[in-house]
């Protein structure tokens, strides 16, 4: 063979290999985006306009905001995490009570069923930490990729640990 067509197929298999990776990057992982101490914050005027893209991190609760300017969020009852969509269906916000020292923080997030076979994701929690956690009871959040296999179109069963949580459709 001629030596510019083995550069040819040499640049050719690069550009695919290189394409591979950089579509590979796009795809959103399994792993969370963020997490923060406390509950996401919605304003009610994104939530109307259906464009609730952006969350306010730092745990503010409804009893700590002005009236109406935010969606109303759950008491905290130790009985189940409390999951949400965010950024109209894109992300999937999941609130765990627990230590403020010893967060309970999901590392992924599979699918256990797709969409019209049930509909349903599993958060994978991590083994219970050693060590000395403070006896207070406080919200976690900790934020993933909607999974592409899973619709905001049907109802979402999410399992947390023990706990099974349906997310109403978006």
């Known amino acids: 063979m001629a030596p510019h067509v083995e550069v040819r197929r040499l640049l050719l298999a690069s550009a695919a290999v290189v394409s591979a990776l950089l579509l590979a990057g796009c ?7 963020e997490n923060f101490p406390g509950l996401p914050v919605i304003d009610e005027e994104e939530v109307a306009a259906g464009d609730a893209e952006d969350t306010e991190q730092g745990g503010e609760t409804e009893d700590e905001t002005e009236e109406g300017s935010a969606e109303e969020v759950p008491e905290p009852t130790g009985d189940e ?3 949400q969509y965010l950024q109209d269906g894109g992300r999937l916000a999941i609130t ?25 994701v599993e958060a994978i929690l991590p083994e219970a930490e050693e060590g000395p956690c403070t006896m207070d009871f406080v919200p976690h959040t900790t934020v993933f990729s909607t999974p592409a296999d899973v619709t905001t179109t049907e109802e979402l069963e999410v399992t947390v640990g023990d706990a099974v949580v349906t997310v109403p459709v978006k």
């Open 81 to 83: 995490p409390y999951v």
């Open 96 to 120: 765990i009570w627990g230590s403020s020292t010893c967060p309970i923080i999901p590392t992924e997030l599979r699918v256990t069923a797709e969409a019209g076979e049930g509909n349903a």
């Open 27 to 33: 795809a959103p992982g399994p792993g969370p985006v």
